[in-house]
Structure formats: structure tokens, C-alpha cells
């Protein structure tokens, strides 16, 4: 092979050498919520950026496995902990990650210059056969492309390469001005892997483009829910510009945070975390300022564990023990929160908030 024919089967076409990833947490670093087993329940729950889906009359389980290929750090595990031999018309497990819109423009979707784009990852299964990924396209018109990869040794890491053509099927649906992805922070695309999907679902025709909503898998999509000996791992996502995939980008653990933190941040987990700066508005209430470490994608909402004594405020020798936050003056970059109805506080008195308890915890969400 010659030197330029090895350059570009390492960089592929229309992409750049650095931050080419457009898929984030695809080295599954970052677990802010839990790294333990945990059922599956058409939520985030595990990994960050990854949600998991689950409609059957069986169950799965996601956790952090160091079960890897040489140079990963962590997978994503799943296990079927209640089989499922007959996925019925309606009934599905999938996971998937969403993509924000305005960070796909180097896509050009909705002109005749739309790029092709190369989805590669590393999976391991003991059930082999064929599996399909599902591309899920947003905005001016929704377009589904589905398209089938085979895993084809049991128990043996493989890395699968998928190019994603925006005329794939002989379409025109994304080059046309229904193709388009607006320029905005909702989300402009959707990744999926299938796991089970029934008939309702499952009709779509491999590597074609369909303005079909309903298409998220083919006909021969395997039930990965049939047995309870049935494991599925996923690491290495990358999706890129070009119809060749490069070697796997590797960010920092910092910097992969960071990018998770725009859609979920979790401040304080566990007891006596500090939570921060307070003062005592009157002597029944306190408030308090937290500044995320970047700016969501929009104003979040807080979710905070209560429960008897789960926070506490240190003042002037002293502490207020209470159950629970409410919240206001919320934006991107920061939310003012406070606690009413308490008694014996010195408007002016500064402190500090902490937590109280070991379940105690204050999250944020803004995920697409």
C-alpha cells in the first residue's frame, strides 16, 4: 500500500485529526449515577450520555464492567435478568444516545453536500447473529436509517464499522431540504443499538433511509432477551466524518466530564459533602448559590434525596438541621437554593450548607 493510500485509510475523508468524536462518554468513563447493576427503565441510569429502553415482559440490567479490549478502560454491561422468548408486537429493548443539533452542522444534511459519516464501536455478546443499529434523524422531518452488523463469535470482542450515507438505499430524503438539522441545542440525532424489537418495529429494509417513524430494526434483528445467560458489552463509540473509521479518539477523563456535565452534573453525593456558601435571609430561611462547572444545554432541573436530616446548615457555632431544598433564580450556569420554614437563624449570619447523610444528593439534569 502506498503512503498516501495508508494515510487515507487512517484519516478517512472530511474529518479532522482531533475532537472528530461526535458521539460523547463513548469510552464510557464517566458513570455519574451509578456503576453497579441497575434494571433498565426507559431512563439514564448507569452511564452517562447512554439511555436505556426497555417495553417487555422481561428485564435487563446496565453496569461498568472493566471487561475490555486491549487499551479501554471501562464497557457498558448488559445482562438479561428475566428472559423474554416472545418479544410481542409492541415490545422493545434498545439503547441509545442522542446527539445535540448545533454540534452535527459539519453534517449538511438538507444539501446536496450532505457528508457521509462512518459509526464505528467495539461489542461483545455471547448470543451471535444479527443485530441492527438504528439512526434516528430530528428536526425539519424525522428519517430513519436502519442497518444490520453481525456479531459473529461468542464471547470475543469485535470492532464493527458502519458507514451512514445520506443517500443510503438510493434515497434523496437528506439531501433534500427535509434532510435538514437545525442549528439549535435540541437534539439532531439519535444512535441506537437494538437489542429485541417486535413486529410493530422491525420492518424496516437494511441501509435505507425511511420516512417511516416506526422503523427501528429489520425483520432479522435477533432477541437478545430470550435467556438469562445473555450479555451484551460496548465501548470505543465513535462517529465521525468520512466513510473510513480512524483509530479511536481517547479525551481526557476531565474532558469527557465536562462534556457530560452539560446534560447531567451531580454536585454532592454521600455525607458531609459541602454544598455550598449560604446566609440566612431571616431567621427562618436560608439561602444558597451553586455554580455548575459549565453551561447546560438549558436550565436544568435539581433533584435532591430528602429525608430526615439529610442536610445541614453551619452558622455562628451553630447548626440547622432540615429534610429537604426547594429551588429558584435558575439558569444555565447557576440555581439559587434555599430552605424555608426553619427557626432560631440571624438574618445576615453566614455559613455553609453540607450534607447530613449518606443518601443524601443533589443532581441536575438537562439532558436531551
Known amino acids: 500500500m502506498s503512503k498516501a493510500a495508508e494515510l487515507a485509510a487512517l484519516i478517512g475523508s472530511q474529518t479532522a485529526l482531533s475532537d472528530r468524536n461526535m458521539i460523547i462518554n463513548g469510552a464510557m468513563q464517566c458513570w455519574q449515577r451509578a456503576t453497579a447493576a441497575t434494571a433498565a ?12 429502553n426497555k417495553s417487555n415482559d422481561g428485564a435487563y440490567t ?23 422468548t416472545s418479544i410481542s408486537s409492541a415490545q422493545y429493548a434498545y439503547i441509545h444516545q442522542n446527539i445535540e443539533a448545533q454540534n452535527l452542522q459539519r453534517l449538511q444534511y438538507g444539501t446536496s453536500n ?8 467495539q461489542v461483545k455478546s455471547n448470543k451471535t447473529g444479527t443485530y441492527t443499529i438504528v439512526v434516528r434523524k430530528f428536526d425539519t422531518t424525522t428519517y430513519h436509517l436502519v442497518i444490520e452488523y453481525t456479531i459473529n463469535s461468542a464471547n470475543t470482542w469485535e470492532k464493527k464499522e458502519i458507514t451512514i450515507s445520506p443517500t443510503a438505499g438510493s434515497t434523496s430524503l437528506i439531501t433534500a431540504s427535509g434532510g435538514a438539522i437545525a442549528n439549535d441545542n435540541g437534539t439532531g440525532f439519535q444512535i441506537g443499538w437494538n437489542l429485541a424489537f417486535g413486529s410493530n418495529f422491525n420492518g424496516a429494509t437494511n441501509n435505507t433511509w425511511s ?13 437478545w432477551m430470550d435467556s438469562t445467560s445473555n450479555n451484551f458489552y460496548l465501548t470505543q463509540v465513535q462517529l465521525e466524518l468520512g466513510e473510513q473509521a480512524t483509530p ?12 457530560c456535565q452539560r446534560y447531567f452534573y451531580s ?30 444545554r438549558i436550565t436544568p432541573s435539581l433533584a435532591a434525596a430528602n429525608g430526615t436530616n439529610y442536610y445541614r446548615f453551619y452558622r455562628n457555632g451553630s447548626n440547622t438541621d432540615f429534610d429537604e431544598f426547594g429551588f ?26 453540607v450534607t447530613n447523610n449518606a443518601s443524601a444528593s443533589l443532581t441536575f439534569d438537562s439532558e436531551l
Do not use: C
Not at 427503565?41 to 436505556?52: C, H, I, K, L, P
Not at 454532592?268 to 455548575?292: C, K, M, R
Not at 435558575?330 to 455559613?351: E, V
Open 41 to 52: 427503565a426507559n431512563s439514564y441510569s448507569t452511564v452517562d450520555r447512554f439511555y436505556m
Open 62 to 84: 446496565t453496569e461498568q464492567s472493566t471487561d475490555t479490549p486491549t487499551g479501554a478502560g471501562f464497557s457498558l454491561k448488559a445482562q438479561v435478568t428475566t428472559a423474554d
Open 114 to 121: 450532505a457528508k457521509n459519516i462512518t459509526l464505528s464501536f
Open 211 to 223: 420516512s417511516n417513524t416506526s422503523h427501528y430494526a429489520t425483520s432479522n434483528q435477533v432477541n
Open 248 to 259: 479511536f479518539e481517547h479525551r481526557s477523563f476531565g474532558d469527557e466530564l465536562l462534556r
Open 267 to 296: 454536585h454532592v453525593s454521600g455525607n458531609e459533602e459541602t454544598i455550598a456558601n449560604a446566609a440566612a435571609y431571616s431567621s427562618t430561611q436560608v439561602f444558597g448559590t451553586l455554580h455548575f462547572p459549565v453551561s447546560m
Open 328 to 353: 429558584n433564580d435558575r439558569s444555565k450556569n447557576s440555581m439559587t437554593i434555599y430552605k424555608a420554614g426553619l427557626s432560631g437563624l440571624t438574618a445576615g449570619h453566614s455559613g455553609w450548607l
